[in-house]
């Protein structure tokens, strides 16, 4: 199974267009969002093909294919307009022997790692809107996990490149949109 991970579209349809496109080019089984679907939030400047209607309809076209988790900006309002669960606050996924602990990152991320992720194990945020791949060791437990971001393509920050992060067999890579 292929699954290709986005965050932070904040309702921008442009860049959602962007990704759905990339899915359909890669030939991606699923499509996990990292959260913050459909709105930009206080902090955060209005993205500049702000369209949450379009965004809205573009998503549920394919809400079959769709795991996505609840972003700091997503709502139960949001969660009455789209056709696929979002008010999850994590979701494992296991891909050949790795396992994934998808989250948004405003609760979980680099600084406060959830305690229940095996060594070598991935964890999957958005939030911060900055592209990331490193490995973190928890001062705590000494494990050392993988921790990816794919950025947000909508409101990219510190000079981020839009990108997304492909999963195939266990393996996980960033690709740039």
């Known amino acids: 199974m292929r699954f290709l991970v986005a965050s932070d579209l904040h309702g921008d349809s442009y860049w959602t267009e962007r990704v759905l496109q990339a899915f359909t080019d890669e030939k991606a089984d699923r499509l996990v969002l990292l959260g913050d679907i459909l709105y930009h939030g206080p902090r955060n400047d209005l993205p500049q093909h702000y369209e949450p209607k379009k965004v809205i309809s573009l998503l549920n076209d394919m809400a079959s294919k769709i795991l996505a988790v609840r972003g ?51 964890l999957l945020a958005g939030h911060t809107h900055v592209v990331c791949d490193k490995e973190i060791t928890d001062p705590e437990t000494g494990v050392t996990v993988r921790y990816m971001n794919p950025g947000s393509p909508s409101i990219p920050k510190e000079d981020s490149t839009p990108s997304y992060i492909l999963i195939e067999n266990g393996n996980a890579e960033i690709k740039k949109l």
């Open 72 to 122: 700091n900006c997503d709502t139960e309002v949001d969660q009455m307009v789209l056709k696929f669960p979002i008010l999850a606050d994590y979701i494992y996924l296991v891909s050949g022997e790795t396992t994934f602990f998808t989250t948004h990152g405003h609760n979980f991320g680099p600084q406060k790692l959830p305690a229940v992720l095996p060594e070598g194990a991935v």
